[in-house]
C-alpha cells in the first residue's frame, strides 16, 4: 500500500463548478502537507501549503487537512479553464532528522474545466 | 533570475548508454533533489543533497548516481540506460533552513527515452 493514495482522475468540470481534490495517507507521523499544480509539460509548482490539521484559504483555492481521518482535501471554487492541471498533494514528516526536506507525493489528479 | 534550468529538454538512448542530466539553480539554495515521474506513480524521489557536499538515496535510487558539483549544481547520472529509466526526470531545490516548510522549486523537466 502506498503511503499517499490520490484519485488520479481525470477529472472533468465545466467552467464555475467547486472542485474537490482528495488524498489520503497512512504515515501518521507527516506533519506538513502541500499541493502542488502541474501544467501539461512543465515542473511542478507549489499552490498551497498546511501545517497540521485545519484549513488555508487563499482567494478560490482552499486546503484543509483532517489528520484524525488522515485526509486532505483542495477546494477550487469558481473553476477557470486556466486551473486545468495536475494537482498533486505532497506531504513531509516533522522537520529534522533524516526525513528532513523530502516530500511524499500523491499520484497527481488530472483536472479539465472546459468552458 | 532564471529557477531551476535543466539540460537536455529531451533525450533518447540506447540500453547500455550512459548519460548526465545537469540542473543548476540560481536562488542560492543549500538542498536539491532529483525525481522521476511515471504515469500513475507520482513523483519518486531518486537522490537528494541535503547541502553542498552531501548526497543520499532517496526512494529509488537503483541506477543512478549523483554529484553535488557545488551549491548551484547537481546533476544525476546513467551508468548504463535500461528502458525501465523511460520517464521524466525533475530537478528541484529548496533554502534547506527554514524547517518550518520546504518549498521545493521545480525545474521544467528532461524527458527521457530509452529504447
Known amino acids: 500500500q502506498k503511503e499517499v493514495e490520490q484519485d488520479p482522475g481525470p477529472l472533468s468540470v465545466p467552467e464555475g463548478a467547486i472542485v474537490s481534490l482528495n488524498c489520503t495517507y497512512s504515515?501518521?507521523?507527516?506533519?506538513?502537507f502541500m499541493w502542488y499544480r502541474q501544467y501539461s509539460r512543465k515542473g511542478p509548482e507549489l499552490l498551497m501549503y498546511?501545517?497540521?490539521?485545519g484549513n488555508k484559504e487563499d482567494g478560490r483555492f482552499t486546503a484543509q487537512v483532517d489528520k484524525s481521518s488522515k485526509y486532505i482535501s483542495l477546494f477550487i471554487r469558481d473553476s477557470q479553464p486556466s486551473d486545468s492541471a495536475t494537482y498533486l498533494c505532497?506531504?513531509?514528516?516533522?522537520?529534522?532528522?533524516?526525513?528532513?526536506?523530502?516530500?511524499?507525493f500523491g499520484q497527481g489528479t488530472i483536472l479539465t474545466v472546459h468552458p | 533570475n532564471a529557477g531551476v534550468t535543466q539540460t537536455p529538454k529531451f533525450q533518447v538512448l540506447k540500453t547500455g548508454q550512459s548519460m548526465t542530466l545537469q540542473c543548476a539553480q540560481d536562488?542560492?539554495?543549500?538542498?536539491m533533489y532529483w525525481y522521476r515521474q511515471d504515469p500513475g506513480m507520482g513523483l519518486r524521489l531518486i537522490y537528494y543533497s541535503a547541502s553542498e557536499g552531501t548526497t543520499d538515496k532517496g526512494e529509488v535510487p537503483n541506477g543512478y548516481n549523483v554529484s553535488r558539483l557545488n551549491k548551484r549544481e547537481f546533476s544525476l547520472r546513467l551508468e548504463s540506460a535500461a528502458p525501465s529509466q523511460t520517464s521524466v526526470y525533475f530537478c528541484?531545490?529548496?533554502?534547506?533552513?527554514?524547517?518550518?516548510?520546504?518549498?521545493?522549486?521545480f525545474g521544467p523537466g528532461t524527458r527521457l527515452l530509452v529504447l
Open positions: 498546511t501545517y497540521s490539521s
Open positions: 536562488m542560492n539554495h543549500n538542498s
Open positions: 504515515n501518521s507521523a507527516f506533519q506538513y
Open positions: 505532497a506531504m513531509s514528516p516533522n522537520a529534522g532528522g533524516t526525513s528532513y526536506g523530502k516530500l511524499t
Open positions: 528541484a531545490s529548496s533554502k534547506g533552513l527554514d524547517r518550518t516548510q520546504e518549498t521545493q522549486y
